[in-house]
């Protein structure tokens, strides 16, 4: 079964840092592009980040920019989001979700997780 | 930035009929179009990529049309799991964007 499985949202105050995890099983995870995909609460979905599938290359949505650092270790079957300078703005849940193949970054994301919380308040 | 704009924000249906849910998007994203479902509580499930390709698995009652800038979502026989959050995401430029959302209500 094709499976992500986020993890590392927790309670933290602005200006703190935090990483988030993305476990993928069931498909052959380098062959994939990666990415990260927020929801505030009771708001709409809100694109973070993408990488490519070797991890060469990267992008980010303006909002995130200079704070946020996605990565992988294909080794491990993992994703990653490093969360720098917290803002309360960044209270959503994230997601992970695959693009949905192997050949270009214009598609869809085909596959997502449950998402995990991440929660910026004092 | 490609703003995506869906209408109406809630649309009151009956089990059984016909819902018609529109996307528009405020410069050309050709075909690359994609339709999201989200009920309660779950994860985005993909419908429609390409703006007309039904995703694997999805009913056939589900069916995708438009390009350009103008994208329209129709859902024929509407059953009890189908009343949910629709939203539309252009993946032809950066950033990726999505709609603001239909809620498609009972």
């Known amino acids: 079964e094709v499976q992500l499985v986020e993890s590392g949202g927790d309670l933290v105050q602005p200006g703190g840092s935090l990483r988030l995890s993305c476990a993928a099983s069931g498909f052959t995870f380098s062959n994939y592009a990666m990415s990260w995909v927020r929801q505030a609460p009771g708001k709409g979905l809100e694109w973070v980040s993408i990488v490519s599938s070797s991890g060469g290359t990267t992008k980010y949505a303006d909002s995130v920019r200079g704070r946020f650092t996605i990565s992988r270790d294909n080794s491990k079957n993992t994703l990653f989001l490093q969360m720098n300078s917290l803002r309360a703005e960044d209270t959503a849940l994230y997601f992970c979700?695959?693009?949905?193949?192997?050949?270009?970054?214009?598609?869809?994301?085909?596959?997502w997780g449950q998402g995990t919380v991440v929660t910026v308040s004092s | 930035e490609i703003v995506m704009t869906q209408s109406p924000a809630t649309l009151s249906v009956s089990p059984g009929e016909r819902a018609t849910l529109s996307c528009r998007a405020s410069q050309s994203v050709n075909s690359n179009l994609a339709w999201y479902q989200q009920n309660p509580g779950q994860t985005p499930r993909l419908l429609i990529y390409g703006a007309s390709t039904r995703a694997t698995g999805i009913p056939a009652r589900f069916s995708g049309s438009g390009s350009g800038t103008e994208f329209t979502l129709t859902i024929g026989g509407l059953q009890s799991e189908d009343f949910a959050v629709y939203y539309c995401q252009q993946y032809n430029s950066w950033p990726r964007t999505f709609g603001q959302g239909t809620k498609l209500e009972i």
């Open positions: 979700a695959r693009l949905g193949g192997t050949t270009s970054f214009v598609l869809p994301f085909d596959i």
